[in-house]
């Protein structure tokens, strides 16, 4: 088992910024060329991550409008590609603390050349009439329609900074204000964990026991389950962390689905401040509304 058996069950939310961040602009660990970001925006595969669906990219590259331009960057066999798409990639650059300069500017423009190049060979060999394409652009087309649905919804049904709030504090009544590190040695039965808790009674060391005896993955780090609010756990175990004061270990062993656990609570401190966790109840909110507004339709859809 992994450590994260012992957690409840929950959809990761991840917001298209988030996404975003993640994939792409951490360019100190991952190293990657300017080239690659200026191809990202110039197929469209920017517009791709920030909805968080792979297919939509194939739309947003084929369906890319060509915004009348008094002035183009380039022509490519007599086809002008507007200033307009060039200032678009040099803003999305400078939103996430790029400078726009000359050089940005001539290695936007080459790859924007690089990319009318290879759009018009792929119409020159008629891909775009091809079935897969087609397949791919309807499915593609189904999708941003959803995720228009989906934004015009939440901008006619928005989550209030109140139900957040009020969402926050039930979250850190539950968890009585804290947020809890533990430990844990997961065993098959009630008998190996009273028999750990009699040896850790004679001085044994928890640390070794659980890399030793423990059935979950944490046994690698010595049963060390790291900070997580308590409802971040299935009940009994949760309940049990919460009962604990610094340092003590369970006196019993904790039942739960994975089998039986003898629990030592590291430490405890404070939960983040509503502050830093807004942004993450409030995606997770608006997923909720969406969900109950799609399971609505559902409902009322005539399917044969």
Known sequence: MKPSCLHQPKDTVITPLEHWKLKLFEKKQENLSISLYIWIFSTGIFNLIMKKSFVLGALAVALMSVTASAKDVATVNGKGIPESRSDAIVKNFVARGAKDTPELRKAIREELIMDEVMVQEAEKQGIANTTEFKNQLDATRRGMLKNSLAQDYLKKNPVSDKDVKAQYDRWSAANKGKQYHAKHI??????????????????????????????????????????SPATGYVKPFADAVMALGKGQVTKAPVQSPFGFHVIKLVDSKALPTYDQMKPRFKAEMEQGKLAQYARGLREKAKVE
């Open 186 to 227: 997961l065993v098959k039965t009630d008998a190996e964990a009273k028999d750990i808790i009699a040896q850790l009674g004679k001085g044994g060391n928890f640390e070794k026991l659980a890399s030793s005896k423990s059935l979950d993955g944490s046994k690698a780090n010595g049963g060390d389950l790291g900070w």
